[in-house]
């Protein structure tokens, strides 16, 4: 069968374990080596408060290439003040002890409750741990992409193979997802492994503009977590002819990394928090390209869509009411809004339609809701999901 | 016993009838009557698509008196086109005729389901019918309370009595809240009613500020409806000498008003929809006012945060979370964090606290939630409330 996990790119050993972190006894530590090194781009939140893991890892991407990353799961190492960098460091330090390079080769990444110190003696056991199971299964991929799980209810994958200068290259995406996911800058963690030949700086590009149209598109509660990062390594291993300007390989290997990502993100939708299912928004008619952004998410974010679509419910005028507080141009006498290919309201006025047939297409495990602000010629989009009862059961009891 | 609703003070008679709209068969028009005529104020949602009764309200609230307000519930007459405000037009006149004045000097309100046009035959029907049932007693008062609620578990009205140059004058209102509500110019519909003799410019001014400072700090799920509408009518039969200076008895009335403004509020969010308690956050050591009031929302609003005080849950990680999103300057090392009188987080690191103490105090009816941002000397404030599993429930199913 084939290997499509973070371990079926050429270069990639990979580990997941039970450190002790987790109350639920569930594997909290994972653990990803490149051991010829790899060229390395990342993304990190925009929030102001960020984990001692982003703050550490934001210095280590800068070095030429990264050998490791270590991840936990269950604590955030956010609010921890300076024993949570110290412990941070220790992380980076413990790994690169086992695999013989420079704490500044290895990236870190923590997710879980902030505000707890992390219990750093079993976080270290657990490296060691990790470390004398590294492998290239893709037992070992799949280990990884569970250790790195919170409120997820299932491990989330995604493979692409293609064909640059006749090599083979394969790109893999491990993602934790749930909560606290918004569109600005990254979105939880999401660690994606390649073996393409290509620049430090055009990875770096490619991953900016594949996060921006695929993860920073999703939003499921409207916030951005403390520790969102995304981190891509590139071994290089797979021997073609290095991807060094904006030539059609270059283009080739970001539509494959592009698709990868929709992939990851449509996982993550539909186990975020209590979804049962998701919808694209697309707001087209828009004066400029960012009302059209804010425009879709303020209807992604809208708690009574969101409550809407748990229900199958066509109940199109809260999208309305949701684009009318959105503080952006549009002419209401123009407005216009579609369920699907059912159009609800159009130019200002409701419009007759077979409510039955609407319902079925909002309960569908996905949907496009289209707007037409009837200003312009600029639009863009966001992907959300459904807002249930379970969302609160989850979130109301997670600290204790 | 004391009469404590709308109809309290002098000059005002009112109703509520069940008229048809709404299919549970519960009380849908109200009508409430100045047959002196009164001075008027009101402040309208800043949403871009409002509701015809809006639109209709707007342009006759400039008449110098106002003697009636008619309002339906259970259809939000918005997204309605022509049809709509034909309907909105006909529900001033109807009502204009019952009374005998003209249609300019009658207010309109509607909230309900967007997008589908009144049954305008059933509500004109039910003019009449509430028309011939206008009293000033408190039963009549009480049903003008009931009949404009729509997803609202109970009535919400509120009284104050004070002395004005050695005569009585009463204020009372009657709001309506449950969802969509916001902090933005005014919220849900609200009407207040008072005998004081002051001037139209001045009761604009005190409505706007005591409005200002309570319904439009309330927060339930981020949105402001496309219906929301604030008015008072002032009699002046309380006989006082009329205030048309800022003098102390200016002040004095509007202290009042405030008072009684905030009482509605806290009703509105200990009875927002699926809410069990309601939670005050408060955000100095703000750059700006406006940081302040941004960073304070963004608390309020955060699911995860509104989750947490469901669940009784001291998870204060997540309000520095939704803090440092918040897009407001903020010093990492300084911020700090209280639950009631608790410290959590201090100058940036976590403080030991009493978990079960700190659990008590966020499973309250009300507590309070006070950060330091670190950076400055504003401050601000907002109220908010708990999300829970009903909230989904309610709004999942609301249209069919």
Same mark, same amino acid.
């Given at each position: 069968m084939a290997n499509n996990t973070i371990t079926a790119p050429r270069g990639f050993v990979a580990a997941g374990v039970i450190c002790g972190i987790k109350k639920s006894g569930k594997a909290d530590l994972a653990l990803l080596v490149c051991p010829a090194g790899a060229k390395v781009a990342a993304v990190f939140t925009t929030n102001k408060i960020v984990s001692a893991a982003v703050h550490v890892s934001k210095k280590h991407v800068k070095s030429p290439k990264i050998w490791a990353v270590v991840v936990n799961s269950g604590n955030a190492n956010t609010c921890t003040g300076q024993a949570g960098m110290k412990n941070a460091i220790t992380m980076c330090a413990e790994t690169a002890k086992r695999i013989e390079v420079d704490p500044h080769n290895v990236l870190v990444a923590s997710t879980g409750i902030i505000?707890?110190?992390?219990?750093?003696?079993?976080?270290?056991?657990?490296?060691?741990k990790a470390a004398a199971k590294l492998s290239a299964s893709s037992k070992a991929g799949l280990d990884f992409a569970k250790a790195i799980m919170t409120t997820d209810t299932r491990s989330k994958q995604?493979?692409?193979?293609?064909?640059?200068?006749?090599?083979?290259?394969?790109?893999?995406?491990?993602?934790?997802?749930?909560?606290?996911?918004?569109?600005?800058?990254?979105?939880?963690?999401?660690?994606?492994?390649?073996?393409?030949?290509?620049?430090?700086?055009?990875?770096?590009?490619?991953?900016?503009?594949?996060?921006?149209?695929?993860?920073?598109k999703l939003t499921v509660d409207g916030h951005q977590s403390t520790n969102d990062t995304a981190i891509i390594l590139a071994s290089g291993l797979a021997g073609n002819r290095p991807i060094v300007s904006q030539c059609p390989r270059y283009r080739k290997f970001t539509l494959a990394l592009a698709?990868?990502?929709?992939?990851?993100?449509?996982?993550?939708?539909l186990d975020a928090e209590g979804a049962t299912r998701m919808f694209k928004v697309v707001v087209k008619g828009a004066a400029t390209k960012a009302d059209a952004a804010r425009a879709s998410r303020a209807i992604a974010d809208y708690p009574l869509v969101k409550c809407a679509v748990n229900g199958g419910d066509p109940n199109w005028g809260r999208i309305i009411c949701? =684009? $009318?507080?959105?503080?952006?141009?549009?002419?209401?006498?123009? /407005? %216009?809004?579609?369920?699907?290919? +059912?159009?609800?309201?159009?130019?200002?006025?409701?419009?007759?339609?077979?409510?039955?047939?609407?319902?079925?297409?909002?309960?569908?495990?996905?949907?496009?809701?289209?707007?037409?602000?009837? =200003? $312009?010629?600029?639009?863009?989009?966001?992907?959300?999901?459904? /807002? %249930?009862?379970?969302?609160?059961? +989850?979130?109301?009891?997670?600290?204790?």
């Open positions: 505000g707890e110190q992390l219990p750093i003696k079993k976080i270290t056991a657990g490296v060691s995604a493979v692409r193979r293609l064909g640059i200068s006749g090599k083979k290259i394969t790109i893999a995406g491990a993602v934790k997802g749930a909560g606290m996911i918004a569109p600005n800058m990254a979105t939880t963690l999401c660690f994606i492994t390649t073996d393409v030949a290509i620049s430090k700086a055009l990875l770096g590009k490619a991953l900016k503009t594949a996060i921006g149209n695929s993860l920073n698709d990868l990502c929709d992939d990851l993100v449509r996982q993550m939708a949701a =684009v $009318g507080s959105a503080g952006i141009k549009l002419n209401p006498d123009k /407005l %216009s809004c579609k369920l699907g290919d +059912i159009t609800v309201f159009k130019n200002g006025a409701p419009k007759k339609f077979d409510a039955k047939r609407a319902g079925k297409i909002v309960s569908q495990t996905e949907h496009t809701i289209t707007v037409d602000l009837g =200003v $312009g010629k600029q639009s863009d989009f966001c992907y959300g999901c459904d /807002l %249930s009862a379970e969302y609160v059961t +989850i979130n109301a009891d997670y600290h204790t």
